[in-house]
């Protein structure tokens, strides 16, 4: 029997969502809320209108601050509302 590596298994199980957004909170201790917006189809008349929803994130080291913009990634869920975690910090907000 053949037994698989790290990167092997890393690979097999497939890369996780990613999204991109705002931090609009960061209040909480290791937890902070990310606004993400993405663009919606109208069923009928075709038109496309901007809508938004609020991630729950983890972050462990406090590290993003209100305003940024941050890369987060799905990991299982961690509280009732936590199933994302902050993957990395792409723009700091200037302050």
Known sequence: MVTATKT????????????????LSDKADKTIRVRF????????YGKFYKRSTTLH??????????GDLVEVMACRRLSKTKCWTLAK???KASQ
Not at 8 to 23: F, K, L, W
């Open 8 to 23: 092997d298994q890393s690979t097999a199980r497939g890369e996780r969502e990613r999204r991109t957004g705002v931090v």
């Open 37 to 44: 917006d993405f663009m919606v189809k109208h069923p009928k």
């Open 57 to 66: 994130t983890h972050d462990e080291k406090n590290e993003a601050a209100a």
């Open 89 to 91: 910090i792409l723009r």
